[in-house]
């Protein structure tokens, strides 16, 4: 008798229904609605009609380290815990990702799913209970993805689809295509599966960013209406004539002020490839054999035109303060710089793996699986440049410097975007973009100035090993097994920043001749960028954003075109690939640099230059050795569990429970580094060079041991009416990122910095508890109630200190370095606690039905704005969230509406360049809504068309420091539109 697979977006939710209905645990699921056609193209978009499952945007990008998005969904946050704290399986083997997706590229453990393709899933399984027998559970969730195989569907299976995108913001249709084919023989016991998938996406946007709100205490003088002599003229010193308290710090009032305003236009472009293939082999009726591999890449490339300027503290007068203490305006002198940003970022995963499944007799199965997955950031090494960034500009670098202004930067509020005024050369705002500007024959007064090469290489390489027993006799189902999983974390990074040997992206640095800046041997300070370099303005319109206000006149006048490749190409043909850098030794034995050739190369910003080798950005990087990580777990795991069943009177019960002692041994290595010196850059006076010394090797070593009990209970009141009883215990290990055994050194003036890790931090535990009732009164229908608590003990807290380095002397202010030192320890436990609701509905044979779902999630730990103490804890990512379906699906007609919402939640802490003195700053995601339609018509039995619209209400994404005046990020996403035709046979 042939089996009839309803399929559509009916025939889908009823698998989620049976699978949610019939799971031992607390699983959500979602199903493809066709062989090769999932719900979604994005796999975190679909995953937020799961109640208690919302989805992060927010990508790593290399503008200047920051964090864009496209507006695709990258990662999941289930009951407010994000990304960190969840799993990812492939078929139930664990997979890396190299890339984190919460701005720390130096690794975590969270999964990207932006880089597979959703048409090769079968289904996606979201376990909010742990199974002792995959794996140790996640604080959050393990989410599962399951992929299809050849004897899923045995005989002749082929699919193929084509489609194009166009983002309304960047105007061009972008290909996508994808194909499955699979085939069994020789009496179904031969099966082989192949598949791949190409996408692609295309994007234009503008974007601002307080790259960091610094806490600290301003002095009076500082301040708006402020009528006395100006603090440069006086003292804080009590003990000389001319002390006034007027110049030191008031304690009373703290302050945030914006360390970097930047304004980007962003051109964006992604392409992914996905690639699987599957064998499977039953050569007798008792054994099978699949051996499965997949391939994910996933490019991302991105141009960004900027505007930013440095503020260092005491520089800053007039300052103007909202009722929260954030510097809503104030202003300062200062040089002009824009930067052309080149990034590619690469994140590559291969997984393979093959699995013996054999069947002693009728109670007994035997289960060996061994697989290996390598995924890798940037995989070409130091031969990928992840960043090529060409800092330009005008103004004084030093004494006698022209072209600067007293520019004011206006944090205005509400839904008004910050913005710059009095900018421009001496304050003309006409000639801000320093081209066309009638003072140089040429019109240009464009230099040259830091010039930034970065790449980061990651690769996380995971090997698994399981072997398992099952017994069943009746209603009683035993497993018991062993798993060992190898874990291998490196990362390397080049630059020829901070930490690199040469220091080389200042090598240009001063802005050029036309800005009359010189170094201290009487040569330029850099080059004149001629006007051929540049293309024209791009200029932000006052409703470039959606949602936010600008000024009329912009929140700049406009960013210059260019090209950095253009930029570096030209200034290596003054520069040559060698310079001479000639100098003598004053009496403390400290060199002192003389005229350089050629003209123009600033000699005391290098630490040799003997080592530089030309303006080629390949060459200018080199590795840092204080950046070089390598951690290595070896985790072990041993199970047990159970089910069966039994009556509380005349009502069914299903009881599973389940054992796993988990023990990890992990080393936790890399180069240490200490600060030996710290020499100002000559032509780019806020900026150190930081003299480190020799590296040597460290090492620590830690090891843990947990055991973790689970338990579910499911009653059958009626066949229709479950009340559902989970408890257990999970744990989530601490961010790779976290774990580094050393210290590194960076920041400017006023702003020094100091990272460290903490090898010995324990993993997150979790105690859970859930108690849920599923109501399924009619096909394909049902009610849900879930209400959950989470102890969760662990928590890692990032902190701030001081770190005085003695012996050395910062020449800014002639004593000991004082480093604002951000390291990590395991801190307090918090509560989580919350309730789901679900309704999927039905009408019948009509065709239409709806899905509503929405979490309220809650904890006794919640961010407190107003504690100033470094030690400032509160859980991440915790939101209300809500998510409504309306479909029809009938006669061959598909469509679909679906409003997803999240209330404001506190994403993370860590700002970009947050290092005040009031502990690490918080990020928050604004709350959203995102609208989407999608719809099907099947033109015949074999082809059908399809189409997809997202964010119909052309929302941008924004995020907010500390208080709600804070801006730190918005980000224009524009409109997506897909059209396409999917063909099976």
Known sequence: METVVVTGIRGSLQRNLDIKRDSLGLVDAITMEDIGKFPDANLANALMRIPGVTMSMTANSTNNGQATTTGQGVSITVRGFGPTYNETLFDGRFIPSANSVTGVTTGG???????????????LEVLKSPDAAMSAGAIGASINVIYPKPFDKPGFTAVA???????????????????LISDTFAGDKIGFLVAGSYSS??????????????GSYLAPCQMSGYTGPDCSTMSD???KANYDKRAVADTSKPVWWTQDYAVDWNQINEERINLRAVGQFRPTQALEITLDGNFARDDLMQDSLTYALWNSVGDMRNVSLSKNGTAMAFTRSGPQDFDDVRSQQIQQTYNWGINFKYNVNDHVTIIADYSQALSALNPNGRDHLQEVSAGIGYGPSGPGGIYGSAYTVTQAGGHNLPYYSGVGPSGDASKFTGINTGLTPDGSI???????????NNTYLVNQARLEGNVEYGDLKIKAGAQYQPNHFITRSYTDLFGGSNNNWQVVSGYGPDSHNKLDSGSDAGYHLPASLFHGVKTMKPDSIPGWTAPSGGVIPGLPITNAYDVYSYLNSKTGTSITCPYTLDAKGNKVWGFPTPNGVNCGALTDPAGFHGMIPALMPDESKSQYQKLFEDNYAFYVSFASTAKVGDMPLKINGGLRWEYTDMTASGFGTELKDMVITPGDLTAYNFILTTPKDVSVKNTYSYLLPNLDLTLNVTDDFHLRFDGSRTMTRAPIANLTATVSYGGRKGSLTATGGNPNLLPFLSDNLDVAAEWYYAGNSYLSADVFLKNVSNFVINGTSTKVVTGVIDPNTGNNPVFTLNSVINGPSANVYGLELAWQHTFGDSGFGY???GTIVQSDRP??????LVSNFAVAGLADSANFTVFYDKDGIELRFAANWRDTYLDRFGQGQGNGMFGTEPVFVNGNWDLSLSGGYDITDNLKAY???????????????RFADQVYGVISLGRSYTAGVHFKL
């Open 446 to 456: 464009l230099g040259s100035h830091v010039m930034v090469v970065n790449n980061r």
């Open 863 to 868: 961010y407190d704005a107003h504690n100033l």
């Open 201 to 214: 996406f295309q994007t234009s946007q503008w974007q601002v960013q307080n790259w960091g709100w610094n």
């Open 161 to 179: 689809s084509a489609s194009g995108s166009i983002n309304t913001d960047d105007g061009r249709w972008m290909p996508n295509g994808n194909f």
């Open 851 to 853: 899905l509503l779902n």
């Open 237 to 239: 010193d009590a003990t």
């Open 947 to 961: 189409f997809t619209a997202s964010n119909l209400t052309n929302n941008s994404y924004s995020t907010r420091g």
């Open 109 to 123: 453990r969270s999964f990207d799913f932006s880089g597979l393709s959703a048409d090769m899933v079968a289904r």
